[in-house]
T-cell receptor, first 113, second 115 residues
Framework: EAGVTQFPSHSVIEKGQTVTLRCDPI?????LYWYRRVMGKEIKFLLH????????ESGMPNNRFLAERTGGTYSTLKVQPAELEDSGVYFC???????????FGSGTRLTVV | AQKITQTQPGMFVQEKEAVTLDCTYD???????LFWYKQPSSGEMIFLIY??????QNATEGRYSLNFQKARKSANLVISASQLGDSAMYFC????????????FGTGTLLAVQP
């Protein structure tokens, strides 16, 4: 089965621009998670979808971040406008049930200059 | 608040030797799960091993074993017979209960296996 796919793998944008990250979960996985790792720090939870609904978005840093999961399939995470501190690696993960079977994607490395 | 602490930013180990990566955790919830993930230079997060708080035995998966000491709140990863391909960043994580089951991660340990 195909794994969790994220793209782009790398993105370099200027401060103030908009970037959209995409995550395609494993087919049939209702649970989709976004995490972020800022350089040198721990990986932090951003939000959790169950199908198309946001189950928990307590980790979203601020209103410049908007996540969607239309139709309960792929998800996008938009940063608008991007700031320097948004640089980091954004991971997506999916699971069949909200238990322990996480599968992570390879991440998107975002650099804001 | 729940927290994961990895005190070793970097480790070196000789090929074929065993290495222990430290992880301590803090939680007041009696039910929790502990994970170890490997992140090679290619970037993907690879699940290695899982330990549930009520598991009576330490988890093992091939060359990976988890030294679970509940009273000390530690969940160290032991890699036996290190291989060059084990060079990577290793993250310890704890699953937080509730409807979300989000993971709480440590800062990671960068392991370098030397020939």
């Amino acid at each position: 089965e195909a794994g969790v796919t994220q793209f782009p793998s790398h993105s370099v944008i200027e401060k103030g621009q908009t970037v959209t990250l995409r995550c395609d979960p494993i087919s049939g996985h209702d649970n989709l998670y976004w995490y972020r790792r800022v350089m040198g720090k721990e990986i932090k939870f951003l939000l959790h979808f169950v199908k198309e609904s946001k189950q928990d978005e307590s980790g979203m840093p601020n209103n410049r971040f908007l996540a969607e999961r239309t139709g309960g399939t792929y998800s996008t995470l938009k940063v608008q406008p991007a700031e320097l501190e948004d640089s980091g690696v954004y991971f997506c993960a999916s699971s069949w049930a909200a238990t322990y079977g996480y599968t992570f994607g390879s991440g998107t490395r975002l650099t804001v200059v | 608040a729940q927290k994961i602490t990895q005190t070793q930013p970097g480790m070196f180990v000789q090929e074929k030797e065993a290495v222990t990566l430290d992880c301590t955790y803090d939680t007041s919830d009696p039910s929790y799960g502990l994970f170890w993930y490997k992140q090679p230079s290619s970037g993907e997060m690879i699940f290695l091993i899982y330990q549930g708080s009520y598991d009576q035995q330490n988890a093992t998966e091939g060359r990976y074993s988890l030294n679970f000491q509940k009273a000390r709140k530690s969940a160290n990863l032991v890699i036996s017979a290190s291989q060059l391909g084990d060079s990577a960043m290793y993250f310890c994580a704890m699953i937080q209960g509730g409807a979300t089951n989000k993971l709480i991660f440590g800062t990671g340990t960068l392991l370098a296996v030397q020939p």
